[in-house]
């Protein structure tokens, strides 16, 4: 829905527990109820209440919902849908046949795979840069160009790409970008700020917080996007459930806290990395031996909890992550809990041997989302789960 609140000129962590969740009309509740109805009754031909008519079009808890994420990330519009990737797939039905894209070459494997396997078969083409460069992102920019679709970081490699370097490049041929949020949240970086047009995520992830309900959603800045991205979730009909809607806007009341502390941890826990393994071994853009971190500094507002390290080989990486009993090795990230994956053989195995080799994603790579438990524990953890496994 398009963004009615009034109230953004309040802090981050104000809006966040209050923007699109007033306390309900009738009771005065102060949580958005779960409105789980299919249809509403309607007062004769054209008298809708409040304009609801089917459930696929709106629903008051999604309203809510979108009304939240849009104050967040400082756009005008914004609509869920079922999973990111159902927000990805909205996304590129603004592209019609002989449309191009230019994508992050590092991109998650599930965006390269719809993108492959999936979109050019409808005569869509994608070209994958390394946007770290912009003037990289500019000659790959042709006529058809419609979108230049970017995530910073990258999973799982942690590089990073200059969003308004990048948006300069691209509305200087006019072409717009949209940018994959997930890692960081809008508590640690706003891309619409820093120039870019839409901004997308897997709320699956920080946003929802609790490893509890997938979603995704997509803000955007420009009447045109509302009204697209309306119609999409109308015709397409990917849309997040009343119950996942609401799971999501509780998750979102705590975003501010829960940031801070998977900064911190993501902090202490990069820091003790890089003392066993050495920096080279360590991807985290808060290490001041990260290639790109006063670009991190300059455009986030912290380093959030995503980093990968390197232990060099997969016997080496299988000991680690089966040895390990508080944090969980499974796929997925931004939880409270701290998640250990394998990109190799998880996030990144559609990618294919070549395509990881590319881009430096070896068979002994870790990555972790670090939770918000006591960081002495987390660390505890991985310690006992590193001996005999390097
Ligand atoms: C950066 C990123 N974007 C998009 C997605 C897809 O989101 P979902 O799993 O909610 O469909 C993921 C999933 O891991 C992701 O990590």
Not at 90 to 103: I, N, S
Not at 233 to 262: E, W
Not at 272 to 299: M, N, S
Not at 331 to 352: K, N, Q, R, W, Y
């Amino acid at each position: 829905m398009e963004c009615m609140s009034e109230a953004t000129k309040m802090g981050f962590a104000t809006r966040a527990i209050h923007d699109g969740q007033a306390p309900d009309e009738l009771t005065g509740a102060v949580n958005v109820p779960v409105y789980l109805t299919s249809t509403y009754k309607q007062d004769g031909i054209g008298k809708t209440r409040g304009g609801h008519e089917y459930a696929r079009l709106t629903n008051p808890t999604r309203d809510g919902l979108e009304e939240s994420l849009c104050s967040l990330e400082g756009g005008t519009s914004a609509h869920c849908f079922g999973s990111g990737m159902a927000a990805i797939t909205a996304l590129c039905t603004m592209m019609k046949t002989g449309d191009h894209v230019v994508c992050t070459e590092n991109v998650y494997g599930g965006t390269s795979r719809l993108f492959n396997q999936v979109l050019v078969n409808y005569g869509l083409t994608f070209t994958y840069v390394d946007t770290r460069d912009a003037d990289t992102v500019a000659q790959a920019i042709r006529p058809e160009t419609k979108l230049v679709h970017i995530e910073t970081p990258t999973n799982p490699m942690m590089s990073l790409t200059d969003i308004r370097a990048v948006s300069e490049a691209a509305h200087a041929n006019g072409v717009e970008v949209s940018v994959d949020n997930t890692f960081l949240s809008p508590y640690l970086q706003r891309p619409i700020e820093l120039g870019a047009d839409i901004v997308m995520h897997s709320t699956t992830k920080f946003l929802n917080g609790h490893s509890d309900g997938l979603g995704g959603v997509l803000v955007g800045t420009k009447p045109e996007h509302a009204e697209r991205f309306r119609f999409v979730q109308k015709c397409t009909g990917g849309i997040l459930s009343p119950f996942d809607s609401y799971l999501l806007l509780r998750g979102v009341k705590t975003l501010a806290v829960r940031m801070k502390q998977h900064d911190a941890n993501g902090r202490a826990v990069a820091q003790w990395l890089i003392e066993r393994f050495g920096p080279e071994k360590v991807f985290y853009p808060g290490l001041k031996t990260h290639p790109q971190h006063e670009l991190a500094k300059r455009q986030q507002k912290g380093f959030g909890s995503m980093l990968a390290f390197e232990l060099g080989s997969l016997e080496a990486a299988n000991a680690f992550v089966s040895k390990l009993k508080l944090c969980y090795f499974a796929e997925s990230l931004g939880g409270v809990e701290t998640l250990v994956c394998h990109p190799a053989t998880m996030t990144h195995a559609a990618v294919g041997t070549e395509g990881r080799k590319k881009l430096g994603i070896t068979d002994g790579l870790i990555r972790v989302s670090v939770g918000i438990e006591d960081v002495e524990d987390i660390i505890g953890d991985m310690e006992q789960a590193l001996e005999g496994s390097e």
